[in-house]
């Protein structure tokens, strides 16, 4: 755990967010402002700055916040519209939480990228 990570906190309880799913490895909540109808944030429990790090580390976690947004998707009842999975990785990105997260996004149809 990294004291001055928001996710971190959140993980640990010190800050309270709509948890929708949790697992050994993973939890997910509700984005605080939600892009769409359906917003998720997946974070791995481990602390690693981005995807790309998770993935050096902790392949498996990156795989489990995979597996658990698609969990995510079937409760929110998306998992047939379709849904969008992304990491923002660094400042150019638009990251503005440097603890890896995988946002889910649907409920609607979200057009193109950018
Ligand atoms: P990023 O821009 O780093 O990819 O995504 C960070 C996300 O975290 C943003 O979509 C933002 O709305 C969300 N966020 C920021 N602070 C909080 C918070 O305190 N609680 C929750 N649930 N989401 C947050
Ligand atoms: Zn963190």
């Known amino acids: 755990m990294s ?20 697992t050994k490895t993973t939890l997910a909540f509700r984005d605080i402002a939600p892009q769409a109808p359906v917003h998720v944030v997946l974070v791995p429990k481990l602390h690693e700055p981005h995807a790309v790090a ?6 498996g976690e990156l795989t489990d916040l995979f597996v658990a947004a698609g969990e995510v998707a079937v409760a929110e009842g998306i998992a047939d519209s379709g849904f969008r999975l ?3 990785t660094g400042a ?4 503005t939480v440097f603890h890896a997260h995988l946002h889910l996004l649907g409920g609607k149809p979200l057009g193109p990228l950018a």
Request: hydrophobic share 45%; glycine share 6%.
């Open 54 to 59: 998770l993935a050096e580390r902790a392949p």
């Open 92 to 95: 150019d990105a638009g990251q």
């Open 86 to 88: 992304l990491f923002n």
């Open 3 to 22: 004291d001055d990570c928001l996710f971190c906190r959140i993980v640990a309880g010190e800050i309270p967010a709509t948890v929708v799913h949790e």
